[in-house]
């Protein structure tokens, strides 16, 4: 239990669904991502939120779209995906912007997406 | 561009030996490295990071080197154990930003 708690754990959906993954951390940090993880390739940053505030969005389509509330809660909206989006999705928060503060990065345990 | 390269998708190593995981970076800006453990089913822990200002780190069974001038580093676990079992990613940031390899999965055998 690293404090971090992605729902759901799986989800399979039609390409015309629209869903929401929900990340929660207990950890009290103020910095939360989510990380995309396809077979076979690197763990992709998809948005970065720090102090609640989106710092970064690396050229991710629009058919995804995070929400984040406060600095507990992290969401992404899910809407006309395709195929090719099935992957793991990892949510993970960190005491500051890692990078700028140099700390370790707390994952949840990911929920696997199917579109079909 | 894959920043962070892990070019050994495998790893087997017998039970008591040393593990020698391996990654490469191309992006000097990083000045800060992690190494993370993966199980199945499970997101990735955090298992030791390394500053760029510094060569080598230790914890425990677990040693990270940096050599900067190679853009490479590497995480040493010795001795090896069975539990060790699972895919191992290397990480590195700046500013705002922590980029993964694509992991090297490692099997400890009896």
């Known amino acids: 239990e690293t404090g971090v708690t992605q729902t759901p754990r799986h989800l399979v959906m039609g390409m015309t669904n629209k869903k929401s993954l929900k990340c929660e951390q207990h950890l009290g940090h103020n910095a939360m991502y989510w990380y995309k993880q396809s077979a076979k390739k690197p763990l992709e940053l998809m948005f970065v939120?720090?102090?609640?505030?989106?710092?970064e969005n690396n050229s991710v389509p629009s058919r995804f779209s995070p929400e984040c509330p406060n600095s507990s809660h992290l969401f992404l909206h899910l809407h006309t995906l395709q195929p090719e989006d099935s992957a793991l999705y990892l949510c993970?928060?960190?005491?500051?912007?890692?990078?700028?503060?140099?700390?370790?990065?707390?994952f949840g345990q990911g929920t696997r997406l199917t579109v079909v | 561009d894959q920043q962070v390269k892990q070019n050994s998708p495998s790893l087997s190593v017998q039970e008591g030996r040393i593990s020698i995981l391996n990654c490469d970076y191309t992006n000097s800006m990083f000045d800060y490295f992690l190494w993370y453990k993966k199980y199945p089913a499970e997101g990735p822990t955090f298992l030791i990071s390394i500053s760029s200002i510094k060569d080598k780190n230790e914890d425990g069974r677990f040693t990270v080197f940096l050599n900067k001038s190679a853009k490479h580093l590497s995480l040493h676990i010795v001795p090896s154990q069975p539990g060790d079992s699972a895919v191992y990613f290397c990480a590195a940031s700046y500013t705002d930003k922590l980029i993964f390899g694509t992991g090297t999965r490692l099997q400890v055998f009896p």
């Open positions: 939120y720090s102090l609640e505030e989106r710092v």
């Open positions: 993970a928060s960190s005491q500051g912007a890692t990078g700028i503060q140099n700390t370790e990065a707390f």
